[in-house]
């Protein structure tokens, strides 16, 4: 609730179950973890603590973290995200016209044009936007075994050894909480581009990546590819959170790589899912939960569309990842799994919502309102964990883990 509302108003309850749904993925991490969870971690908690760390706070239409905002067009209602320096220089190309590097002049420009053509032309150039009212013809389906075949059990491990590729939040989340259950979990990262985390608030990458160790390559040269493809082939689980176009260019097919290596579990993080066309499409968890129907609902409630929590499908999607990841190592992996983000939120709201009209959404709001007047419940800011240790340094540990390979490596 400390993160949902508007800068200057009271913190706005959010009738959909998220911090249930987060509570519901951590007891089912902590059934199947080969180690016992540390009592310290609650699944609620975790989908605060980037605010926390980082001294976020709610903001209404603009997210907590301010590169996503919600903006009014012709017909509708849009979320964008500016997450990068390059995203700014895509605007003239999505606008076509001259758009200077201002949210001001962003929402003018787009205050005339419909939502439909700006998501699909946003989309097309890279862009990570989402509609608020955004139509999904299906219900969600949060996760997809995209290829599968017969588990041999041939070298199964005591404890998985689990390869990152993944940045930023939902899959670090995932592989941290595979590595506080007792998976050996290697950070894995471009020299030319590792995790752009670690330019943020060092306690939050700590707190994601301490006891983890990291490997650092030269995905520029055919020898760091093939040392990639190397680690890749001898992982138990493989996190990460790519499109898929962008591992085949450096010549990583993973449902190839599933089908050739004997058990190996393959959690692949995407915005939309795998697939044309959404594969090709950007997401945050800013606008990945608006595209999930958040703000929509705050809306109804409200009169208001706005964020709900900070880049919640990020935390969410990293607890139900790590499920997944530990469900399949248990029982054999040898699979592709696809899990998108706006498809988790997504079916947190399906599930919550109630039948009928959307007036039951504000009579559900009303009653949890209630209920935490009743019980003297207050409304805190988020909360963080302590970090176990540091975070190693990138690329501290590429010559062991290296020298632990057989082959050319």
């Known amino acids: 609730m400390w993160l949902t509302g508007t800068r200057d108003g009271e913190p706005q309850l959010c009738p959909v179950s998220l911090a249930a749904a987060a509570d519901g993925a951590l007891a089912v991490i902590g059934a199947l973890s080969l180690d016992p969870l540390p009592t310290s971690l609650d699944g609620a908690r975790l989908l605060g603590e980037r605010a926390a760390t980082s001294a976020l706070t709610r903001a209404g239409a603009e997210s907590c973290g301010g590169a996503c905002r919600l903006l009014e067009a012709a017909n509708g209602t849009i979320a964008l995200n500016l997450a990068r320096d390059a995203d700014w220089e895509l ?3 999505w606008l076509e016209a001259d758009t200077p590097h201002d949210w001001n002049a962003v929402r003018d420009a787009v205050a005339s044009r419909e939502v439909e ?6 989309r097309e150039l890279g862009l990570a936007l989402s509609a608020v009212d955004a139509h999904h013809a299906t219900a969600a389906q ?3 075994v995209t290829t599968e075949h017969a588990a041999t059990r041939s070298r199964r491990r005591a404890a998985p050894r689990v390869i990152d ?3 930023l939040w939902a899959g670090p989340l995932c592989s941290h909480l595979l590595q506080l259950g007792g998976a050996d979990v290697i950070k894995v990262e471009g020299l030319a581009r590792p995790d752009g985390a670690r330019q943020g608030p060092r306690a939050f990458f700590d707190l994601l990546n301490a006891g ?5 390559l030269d995905l520029a040269h055919a020898a760091g590819r093939a040392q990639l493809l190397a680690l ?4 138990d689980i493989v996190v990460e959170a790519s499109r898929p176009r962008a591992l085949r260019q450096l010549g990583i097919d993973a449902g190839k790589i599933v089908l050739e290596s004997p058990d190996l579990t393959w959690i692949s993080l995407t915005g939309h899912g795998r697939g044309e066309p959404q594969e090709q499409w950007i997401a945050y968890g800013d606008d990945a939960g608006v595209d999930a129907g958040l703000s929509r609902v705050m809306r109804q409630i409200t009169g208001d569309a706005m964020f709900v929590g900070d880049a919640i499908a990020d935390p969410l999607a990293g607890l139900h990842a790590a499920a997944v990841a530990w469900c399949s190592w248990r029982s054999g992996g040898s699979r592709l799994v696809s899990i998108a983000l706006s498809d988790v939120v997504r079916s947190i709201v399906e599930r919550s919502a109630p039948a009928g009209s959307d007036m039951d959404w504000r009579e559900l709001h009303r009653g949890g309102i209630a ?8 409304v805190e800011p988020p909360s963080a964990r302590t970090p176990s240790g ?13 020298r632990e390979l057989t082959g050319t490596c």
């Open 232 to 235: 890749l082939r001898d992982a």
């Open 142 to 144: 949060w996760f997809r």
């Open 371 to 378: 209920l935490l007047r009743e019980s003297g419940a207050i």
């Open 91 to 93: 605007l003239p190309a």
């Open 117 to 122: 053509a700006l998501v699909a032309r946003g």
């Open 212 to 216: 983890k160790r990291s490997v650092a």
């Open 165 to 167: 590729l993944s940045s």
């Open 390 to 402: 540091c975070a190693p340094d990138l690329g501290a540990d590429t010559v062991a883990v290296l």
